[in-house]
């Protein structure tokens, strides 16, 4: 009976293997488990490789405005502030347009003019970031971005945001705009693909029942595909927070904790990338850099579950027969 029970199970394990499901299923799992094991080993070795600046201020790194790294000062938070400040600026100036964008090669354009001009937003992010930052510095900021800032100042410089003075080349301003400029191409081409993923049956439902061109966009498809839409944000978002050549080199490498998005500032991995080769052979200025680094991991992550979350919570509300 037990030999007969063993050459059961081996025919069985010989047929999974043989037509591969036991073999994928093995596989997939261990894909799933490397990238959440990733996740885990960078955010313990970051927590590891900061326990020097952890151990001598604790919470002050995080809520302090002071930076002298000779003088064993170190603060955060101007770089946690010039970080989120910049990434939802410029989520707020893409979203709209890459939202436009994807709306018209989607739904307007004739094919021809969809393929053209998607391949060329597609191929602004295959830009290298460093070239954004080089045309940002010497193209964009003088001639783009000065007079945008000279006019908000002008109208509205009573509002901290937009008081002090106007620099010619470095700003916050000018960092959010670039950032708008990178993340343009990941709002609009994702979202393109959800519209286009939106069954035609749809859209002559809602023009046969009466509605114009404008009412079955923004009535239907925009409703349809608006998880998607959050998906596209997320990447966008992502993206945004994690930039850092473009922005190191627009934004000024200015530490002072400042309101004003006219004058130039820092970001998280803007001072990383610009003060950890002279930080090498300084224990505690070295390790302070690597817990902003962990904060960096520590917003994204969390900006991510909330937004994933969103996303959730808004394709429980649309129907399952509306969902993209």
Same mark, same amino acid.
């Given at each position: 009976?037990?030999?007969?029970?063993?050459?059961?199970? $081996?025919?069985?394990?010989?047929?999974?293997?043989?037509?591969?499901?036991?073999?994928?299923? %093995?596989?997939?799992?261990?894909?799933?488990?490397?990238?959440?094991?990733?996740?885990?080993?960078? =955010?313990?070795?970051?927590?590891?490789?900061?326990?020097?600046?952890?151990?001598?201020?604790?919470?002050?790194?995080?809520? /302090?405005?002071?930076?002298?790294?000779?003088?064993?000062?170190?603060?955060?938070?101007?770089?946690?502030?010039?970080?989120?400040?910049?990434?939802?600026?410029?989520?707020?100036?893409?979203? +709209?347009?890459?939202?436009?964008?994807?709306?018209?090669?989607?739904?307007?354009?004739?094919?021809?003019?969809?393929?053209? $001009?998607?391949?060329?937003?597609?191929?602004?992010?295959?830009?290298?970031?460093?070239?954004?930052?080089?045309?940002? !510095? @010497?193209?964009?900021? +003088?001639?783009? !971005?000065? +007079?945008?800032?000279?006019?908000?100042? /002008?109208?509205?410089?009573?509002?901290?945001?937009?008081?002090?003075?106007?620099? +010619?080349? @470095?700003?916050?301003?000018?960092?959010?705009?670039?950032?708008?400029?990178?993340?343009?191409?990941?709002?609009?081409?994702?979202?393109?693909?959800?519209?286009?993923?939106?069954?035609?049956?749809?859209?002559?439902?809602?023009?046969?029942?009466?509605?114009?061109?404008?009412?079955?966009?923004?009535?239907?498809?925009?409703? @349809?595909?608006? /998880?998607?839409?959050?998906?596209?944000?997320?990447?966008?978002?992502?993206?945004?927070?994690?930039?850092?050549?473009?922005?190191?080199?627009?934004?000024?490498?200015?530490?002072?904790?400042?309101?004003?998005?006219?004058?130039?500032?820092?970001?998280?991995? %803007?001072?990383?990338?610009?003060?950890?080769?002279?930080?090498?052979?300084?224990?505690?200025?070295?390790?302070?850099?690597?817990?902003? =680094?962990?904060?960096?991991?520590?917003?994204?992550?969390?900006?991510? $579950?909330?937004?994933?979350?969103?996303?959730?919570? !808004?394709?429980?509300? !649309?129907?399952?027969?509306?969902?993209?």
């Amino acid at each position: 009976m037990a030999v007969a029970t063993s050459q059961f199970t $081996l025919k069985e394990i010989k047929h999974r293997l043989r037509h591969g499901d036991t073999i994928f299923d %093995a596989l997939t799992l261990i894909a799933g488990s490397l990238a959440l094991l990733t996740v885990l080993a960078i =955010g313990w070795q970051l927590w590891q490789e900061s326990h020097l600046t952890r151990q001598a201020f604790g919470w002050e790194l995080i809520f /302090s405005a002071d930076w002298d790294p000779y003088g064993d000062k170190f603060g955060a938070l101007p770089f946690i502030y010039g970080t989120l400040q910049t990434s939802l600026l410029a989520l707020v100036i893409a979203l +709209p347009l890459g939202l436009g964008i994807s709306i018209f090669l989607a739904e307007l354009a004739t094919p021809w003019l969809s393929r053209t $001009l998607g391949f060329l937003v597609e191929l602004l992010a295959a830009v290298p970031s460093v070239i954004y930052g080089l045309w940002g !510095v @010497y193209v964009f900021a +003088p001639t783009i !971005v000065k +007079p945008i800032g000279e006019t908000l100042n /002008s109208i509205a410089g009573f509002i901290p945001l937009f008081a002090g003075s106007v620099s +010619p080349q @470095y700003s916050r301003l000018a960092a959010s705009l670039i950032l708008a400029v990178m993340i343009l191409p990941t709002i609009s081409a994702v979202s393109r693909d959800v519209f286009q993923a939106i069954p035609r049956a749809q859209r002559e439902a809602a023009l046969a029942l009466g509605a114009t061109h404008w009412e079955m966009i923004w009535q239907v498809l925009i409703p @349809y595909g608006l /998880s998607g839409i959050l998906g596209a944000v997320i990447l966008g978002l992502g993206r945004a927070l994690g930039e850092t050549m473009a922005v190191t080199m627009v934004i000024g490498n200015n530490y002072n904790l400042t309101a004003s998005i006219l004058e130039p500032g820092s970001t998280m991995s %803007a001072i990383i990338a610009s003060q950890f080769g002279e930080a090498s052979s300084i224990d505690l200025f070295r390790s302070a850099l690597i817990e902003i =680094g962990l904060i960096l991991f520590f917003i994204t992550l969390v900006l991510n $579950l909330f937004a994933r979350l969103l996303v959730w919570r !808004v394709a429980r509300r !649309v129907p399952s027969e509306m969902r993209v």
